[in-house]
């Protein structure tokens, strides 16, 4: 038997505009997904069918990477799923992993490119910043051009993402899951109208960009009253963009009264 996992992911600045080229800061979480795999005499996922639509990413990445007999394959996650954790990017990698694990050594590179591939084949817009965080297992920073740190590059079409490794030093995150449950890829593709039809959407994208790399400097120089600011600023562009929630508002709203600052997080 073989086996896999990977770190869901906590986004710090960034989500959304990354999808537009503009960077993002990511760090890995102390929530993992693994993946189990052997050999079985049909394709079974927790005892159900590969083509349950609830294992698209699943299939995805078995139809791209393997090409032996049907395995029999064990998902176990501590990552909730649907609330911008990462989830899908952690059973995307570890899945690639435990396949790898069976037919012989990938390196992370190589997992990260194609778990890359598949999350952008199931939810038909994708950045790599997920699925490159559950990879690395540490904090990254992406971006259009290349620089200190580069993991490895990423390309799509136009698009072109530099993955870093981006060493932030400690600094405590509190996470707070309003049991909402979102699929990314509707998500993004309301972004991607929003930006296309309104000019103050896509003012806030080239917003969010700068605020990122400003974000990164102030974790850098442990200016924590700053990075709270810019996650505020963050937060009213993510609902310019029409990714917010009422509730979520609320929690941001409780959390400003004791933290330096707060925002949404993922989709």
Known sequence: MARASAPGKLILFGEHAVVFGEPALATAIDLRTEVFARLHDEWLVDGASLQDTKYAYVRRAVESSWKGPPLWLEIRSMIPLGCGLGSSAAVTVATLGALAAL????????IARAAFEVEHAVQGRASPIDTSTATHGSAVLVRPEAGDGLLWRIEKGDRRWCLHDSKLPAARFVV??????AATGPLVAGVKTRVERDPRAAAAIAEIGEITLEGLRALQRRDLVRAGELMDRDHELLNLLGVGHPLLDKFVAVARGHAYGAKLTGA
């Open 176 to 181: 707070g899951n309003t049991g909402i449950v």
């Open 103 to 110: 037919q012989g050594p990938l390196d992370a590179e190589s």
